[in-house]
C-alpha cells in the first residue's frame, strides 16, 4: 500500500520510538476517518503492523490514544473496535467546543495583548488560505482542525490543551465528514477570529468564536443525518 511505504520512509527520516507511534496514531486514526478502517470493524495489531511496515510495538502504544480520542472502543476478549459515531455525539461534541474554545479564544486574545502572541496561529492560516480553493478535502479539514488546535496552545493553558486533545481526533472527524460546507466561508470566519485574537480584542474573539462553532452546528447534523445512528 502507498500509505505504508510513506510510512516506512517517515520511519527512517524520525528514528524515536516517540515519533514513530505519533506516525501510526495518526495513520491508523486517518484510515478511521476516511473509512479505511469501518465503524464496528476490528483493529488486529499484526495486520497494522504489517501493513504500516512496523513492529506491533508503536500500533500496541496507539491503541489507549484511539480509545481516549474516541476512535475505538476496548472489549474484554474481543479487543479494539472501530466506535461508530453518532448524531448525539456530534450534538456533545458541538456543546464541549462552545464551552472550551470560546474560552481558548479569549485567553488567546488576552495573551496577545500581553504582547506574547504565538506566531504558529497566523503560519496555520496562511496555510489554510493557500489551500482553500484545492481539490484536496482532506488536506483542508484536518488544516481546520490545526487552526483551533492552535488557538487552545496559544493559551498557554496545559489543563485546557490536554482537554481539547482528547477531542482533537473527533474534530478531525467531523470535519472530514461535512465537506460540503464552503471551505471559502469557513477560511473567511478563521480569518476574522484570528485577526481579533492578534488584535487582542478577547469579547471580539469569544463572539467571533461563538458564532462560527454554532452557526456549524445545524448543518453538520444535517449533513449527518440519514449517515449517523441518532444515538
Partial sequence: MARANILAVDRTAESSE???????YLEISQRIIDGTYPPGSRLREREIAEELNVSRVPVREALPRLESNGF??????????????????VEELF??????????????AEVAANGAPSPLLQ?????????VDGPNETEIS????????????MTGN????????????????????????DPR?????????????????????????F?????GRKPSLEALKGVLPPK
Avoid at 503560519?123 to 489551500?131: D, E, R, Y
Avoid at 489543563?159 to 461535512?178: E, I, N, P, V, Y
Avoid at 478563521?190 to 478577547?202: F, V
Wanted: net charge neutral; with cysteine; hydrophobic share 45%.
Fill in 18 to 24: 516517540e515519533s514513530l507511534s505519533e506516525q501510526v
Fill in 123 to 131: 503560519q496555520v492560516m496562511n496555510q489554510a488560505m493557500s489551500i
Fill in 158 to 181: 496545559e489543563l485546557l490543551r490536554m482537554h481539547m486533545k482528547s477531542l482533537a481526533g473527533r474534530l478531525r472527524w467531523l470535519f472530514a465528514h461535512t465537506p460540503d460546507q
Fill in 211 to 215: 458564532s462560527h462553532i454554532e452557526m
Fill in 142 to 153: 484536518n488544516t481546520n482542525a490545526e487552526f483551533h488546535t492552535r488557538i487552545v496552545e
Fill in 95 to 108: 456543546d464541549l467546543r462552545l464551552c472550551l474554545e470560546v474560552f481558548a479564544a479569549r485567553r488567546a
Fill in 185 to 209: 466561508t469557513q477560511c473567511a470566519e478563521h480569518l476574522a477570529l484570528c485577526k481579533a485574537i492578534y488584535d487582542g480584542r478577547p469579547d471580539l474573539a469569544a463572539a467571533l468564536a
Fill in 72 to 89: 475505538i472502543v476496548t472489549y474484554p476478549r474481543r479487543g479494539a473496535i472501530i466506535k461508530q459515531m453518532t448524531l448525539r455525539d
